[in-house]
């Protein structure tokens, strides 16, 4: 008897390999800015900084198995205050908890408020910070260029 997809439904998709979901989280260094440029340039949502600036601030990657998966770049700002430059995790380890498993390394032990910015249209984003504790605290019209678009101000506070 021939079997209906519809009624059996879709298999259930493989969970996500462990060395993805515990991804090895260091430092960022010069060796790792031309996969960070390729993860920038499939990442049009994000910032785009020329690479080797990050490497002045708290520059973070993502490691499965000895590929860069994602990167975080972050700076101290005044007082207790950080910002977050920018995160972007590659196409294909996305929805894998790699972007969950740098920013929580980065909120670790950080005490203080944590600060971003992004694109209003930029919902995957959105959802991703808000689930990490982010709050939408306003937004800056006209903030980005190439496309124009306001951006959406979150906050972290830490304590
Ligand atoms: C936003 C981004 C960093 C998320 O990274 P990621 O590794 O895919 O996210 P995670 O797998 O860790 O997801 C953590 C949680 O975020 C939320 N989330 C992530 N992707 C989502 C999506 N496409 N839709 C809705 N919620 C999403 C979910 O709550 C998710 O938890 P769950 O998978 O248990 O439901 C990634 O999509 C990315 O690099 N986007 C392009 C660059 C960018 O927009 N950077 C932000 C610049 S400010």
Same mark, same amino acid.
């Given at each position: 008897?021939?079997?209906?997809?519809?009624?059996?439904?879709?298999?259930?998709?493989?969970?996500?390999?462990?060395? *993805?979901?515990?991804? @090895?989280?260091? /430092?960022?260094?010069?060796? +790792?800015?031309? !996969? %960070?440029?390729?993860?920038?340039? &499939?990442?049009?949502?994000?910032?785009?900084?020329?690479?080797?600036?990050?490497?002045?601030?708290?520059?973070?990657?993502?490691?499965?198995?000895?590929? *860069?998966?994602?990167? @975080?770049?972050? /700076?101290?700002?005044?007082? +207790?205050?950080? !910002? %977050?430059?920018?995160?972007?995790? &590659?196409?294909?380890?996305?929805?894998?908890?790699?972007?969950?498993?740098?920013?929580?390394?980065?909120?670790?032990?950080?005490?203080?408020?944590?600060?971003?910015?992004?694109?209003?249209?930029?919902?995957?984003?959105?959802?991703?910070?808000?689930?990490?504790?982010?709050?939408?605290?306003?937004?800056?019209?006209?903030?980005?260029?190439?496309?124009?678009?306001?951006?959406?101000?979150?906050?972290?506070?830490?304590?």
């Amino acid at each position: 008897m021939k079997r209906d997809a519809a009624l059996v439904g879709r298999a259930p998709s493989p969970a996500p390999d462990p060395l *993805v979901r515990r991804p @090895l989280i260091r /430092r960022g260094e010069p060796p +790792d800015l031309p !996969e %960070i440029a390729a993860i920038q340039a &499939a990442s049009p949502e994000a910032s785009s900084w020329p690479p080797a600036d990050y490497l002045q601030y708290d520059l973070r990657v993502a490691v499965v198995e000895d590929r *860069v998966a994602a990167f @975080l770049a972050a /700076r101290a700002a005044a007082g +207790d205050e950080f !910002e %977050i430059l920018n995160l972007a995790v &590659a196409p294909e380890f996305r929805r894998l908890g790699v972007g969950r498993a740098l920013l929580e390394s980065f909120l670790a032990g950080l005490r203080g408020a944590v600060f971003l910015e992004v694109r209003r249209s930029n919902s995957t984003a959105r959802e991703f910070y808000k689930s990490l504790g982010f709050k939408e605290l306003t937004l800056r019209e006209d903030y980005y260029s190439l496309p124009p678009e306001a951006a959406i101000v979150m906050k972290f506070h830490s304590c």
